[in-house]
């Protein structure tokens, strides 16, 4: 079996304290677990992604130790302008697909609210 690459070892440790961090917290542990298989089927030669999602996890990991997270949340993706009218998602949130570390505003939905703040 070959050996771990330093990244590989890292993500591996990320997940292990995202788990150990999530315990106790309601639908962590779950949340951890899926994200780390939406992205398991990632090229190795994809790092800049990695290195990105490894960031980001990093910093959840920051929110889940720190006293104030109470549960591990998600961000829901929306799909268009015509489940906004049905009321299927939320305004203002990320999408799962648009991570793109170069483009990290593309997925960023502004919620318009009139002038007289109604």
Known sequence: MSRHSRL?????????????AGRGKPGAEA??????????CLPRSDV???????RRGRRQLQ?????HATALGAFVRTRGPTEESTGAGAPGTLSDEGDDPRRP???VRIQKTPLDGR
């Open 8 to 20: 590989q070892r890292q993500v591996l440790s990320l997940y292990r304290e995202l788990l150990r």
């Open 31 to 40: 949340r951890v677990r899926a994200e780390f298989r939406q992205h398991a």
């Open 48 to 54: 800049l992604r990695i290195e990105y999602l490894y």
């Open 63 to 67: 929110m889940l130790r720190s006293g």
């Open 105 to 107: 505003l593309d997925s």
